[in-house]
């Protein structure tokens, strides 16, 4: 065996969670909040603070995904305070491998209720949305990957994969799913990652279902999950002919429709990229429902696929420089499928405490974190046992 100890330091954003790459087995991790320990990094003032989670410790050996044993402060006096040790249950500490994920638990879906929510992306764009409420505690964080299934009144949306864009308390969630016109329904949803973590396909960008279309000059396209296109980048579609907008369908001329990407908003809860297309006159993503019903069922989605960079002619019109500069006039794969495959260590956050339904690693402020890893690769020897003819 050869052991490796790797350490670093990062700046979270407050109640965000924090994902860092490493490619090796990760054995152990800690952490440590250096601020809220009262030490002062660069231009981060060190505040000694009491009831906040100041270190935390993740063996993947025998404690399950997303909890951490933990050190939390209470009393402060003076430049002292009193540690205690406890567990985390929630957010905590996960070891990712983007090739293979852990299981989370999964938990029942009591019903669901549309909403809607504006964004800007630049124009004011107004998207249904879907409030599910479940029967226990879920956990979730904005920004958690979920997918839901077995909805008993709503087959349509089952296996579908939705990026969490709100949690109104402990039970509910919401996402970019547009459930006007379909029937409440109980069902299952599972945690299938998180918009910071490599998906699974460990190739960026990736083929993502479409939540929306605008009939606007430029289009706005909204997916379900978070997408992290980039301006240049060479999109196609395939739409089926449920959801009314056959201008984007290849069955129409034979040929995949491609478009631009002029535009982003990869905030979550926005969502949307501008391409350089004039939906003006296209159909109406969806209909009246946004969604074929569920006597519709089975069919495929709708989905934005990633085809490459460039064809700068496309965007010129718009008065957009791409960044990265694409090759001009062609379709290369050069950002369409970087592997991205890596494991890692996903920090989870909350108030920063060791509460039952709050808690989590990361609080509510901007602190500086010390981290370290200890990381084990198993080494064989070579050659040893092999016959050559």
Known sequence: MST???TGMFTNVASTPFFIPLEQYVSEFRIKNLTRTGVTVGSTAGALTATRIVEAFFNQAYQNPGTAQIIQTSTVSGNHALMNIGNLKQNGITIYDSSNPPINAVVAIASFTQATVSITVPASLTLDTTVFTTSTNHG???GDTVRVYGLTSAPQFSSLSMTVIATNGSNTFTTLLDSVGATTSVGSVVKTGNFLIPTKQGTYPDNRVISAITNTNPMYVTTLVQQNYAAGDVVTFSM??????PQLSAQTSGLPVQATVISVNNAVGAQTIGLAVNSTNFG???G???WPASSSYPFSFPVMVPQGEGNINNFQAFGVTPSPLPYANQDVLS???QGNGSLGVYVGAGDGTDADTTGGIIGATADVW???AITSTQEFPALIGLNYV
């Open 288 to 290: 009246a429902n946004g």
């Open 284 to 286: 109406v993503f969806g």
């Open 4 to 6: 490796q100890v790797c």
């Open 240 to 245: 089926p002919t449920l959801f009314g907008v």
């Open 370 to 372: 010390e981290w370290r």
């Open 140 to 142: 979730y964080q904005v």
């Open 335 to 337: 950002f369409a499928k």
